[in-house]
């Protein structure tokens, strides 16, 4: 196609990620970056008419918006916020030709191919195979995960809710984190856990073991986080480390179920903040500790994804992918 703007989202629970594109042969640059904070605005719709106003430019025809939910009829519910869409009446309102909709880590993977080597940081040893099946796991207001397969010429994006599969302990302490946890939800997912309220949680069932009668005065990812980079409070350092422990669990099964000899891309907005803790956590040892099948996953590299763009870049590619497979994304 000849070379002409477009709009694309990357629109999670929290903030909302916009840019315009300029795509053209299956090149993506990004202009007019801007971020926005879910909780400001009534709809997404609002965002997008901000948007426009703040970069003075008129509605593009095309745009890809990616949501951090499943994407599986017309009318979509934000699973980590209250905003719900009408996908014919969005492409009305923005008075577009093309609107493609696709879920915010199906995006993700889709960006991985897109970004540069400087924007990735290796966790511990193991191999890639450039050419293998790729996973991506990313905590932030929610737990993304998506898979990329290559098909020889083209990389073909795996979506689902693996956020949403069950927490598996795997030691006592583990088993009393979701007993902890079972009594503020019905049923425990790893979201639960590998999540901005997942930190807070996983603080308060800390205090409760050690200190019964403990205060607890840390009450955000953000603090939890900041006091246990700088091993102010001891609680908050173990959390941290038991996070990157769980996550070393989940990512290890994820591996393993695709065949991630591709390796695995840890992404979202929490783990770059935490890259010293996650360098010393277990995060490592537990995604190998795989019994039997510890070798195979010992082979597997690990990396932090540290570009903030991703889910923009793949929104820009998936605009015009024909090759998505049934389920990854819906045009309008």
Known sequence: MNQQFALVGDIGGTNVRLALALVSSNQFKLYKIKIFKCINYLSVFEVIKKYIT????????YACLAFACPITSNFIKMTNNSWKIKKYELKHKMKLQKLKIINDFTAIALGLPHIQTKDLYKIGYGKTNNNSNKILIGPGTGLGISGLINKK??????????GHISFAPLNHFELYILKWLK?????VSIERILCGQGIVDLYQAHANYYFNYYKNILTTPDAITKAALKKKDPLAYKTIMMFCKILGNVTGDMALTLGAKGGVYLCGGILPRIINILEQSDFRISFYNKGRMSFYNKEISTWLVKSKWIGLLGAADALFNNNMCQGSGQEV
């Open 153 to 162: 010429n083209f990389w073909l994006p795996i979506s689902g809710e693996g």
């Open 54 to 61: 703040l970069v003075g430019c008129e509605f593009p025809k």
């Open 183 to 187: 009594k503020t939800y019905n049923r």
